[in-house]
Nanobody, 127 residues
């Protein structure tokens, strides 16, 4: 049974930084592609970032590229999302997700492409 547990959310001011963590259990971290998504009130869940299962390639939504970084620590079986220069529009519940298999050169950005999800962590950015 694969389980994902996010942590690290909170209330910050615009321009601040936060690092979200996603602890994975049930399978070794380097077997899967990981992703971060977010959902603001009244909006659909949207893709934020993904890291291929090889751990060598990343892809971001345009609105966070250059500010957010997805990474993983194989020893800790944990995926991270470092968020810098936060903006009020980044306010949302952030979810980590995982999928096994697929191509190392493909970026998976759809919610339906990830069968495993965490419970979410709230990030609130004040002006």
């Amino acid at each position: 049974q694969v389980q994902l547990v996010e942590s690290g959310g909170g209330l910050v001011q615009a321009g601040d930084s936060l690092r979200l963590s996603c602890a994975v259990s049930g399978r070794t971290i380097n077997d899967y592609t990981s992703g971060w998504f977010r959902q603001a009130p009244g909006k659909v869940r949207e893709f934020v970032a993904t890291l291929t299962w090889t751990g060598t390639s990343t892809y971001y939504v345009d609105s966070v590229r250059g500010r957010f970084t997805i990474s993983r620590d194989n020893a800790k079986n944990t995926v991270y999302l470092q968020m810098n220069s936060l903006k009020p529009e980044d306010t949302a519940v952030y979810y980590c997700a995982a999928r096994f298999g697929g191509y190392s050169t493909t970026y998976y950005t759809g919610t339906s492409q990830y069968p495993y999800w965490g419970q979410g962590t709230q990030v609130t950015v004040s002006p």
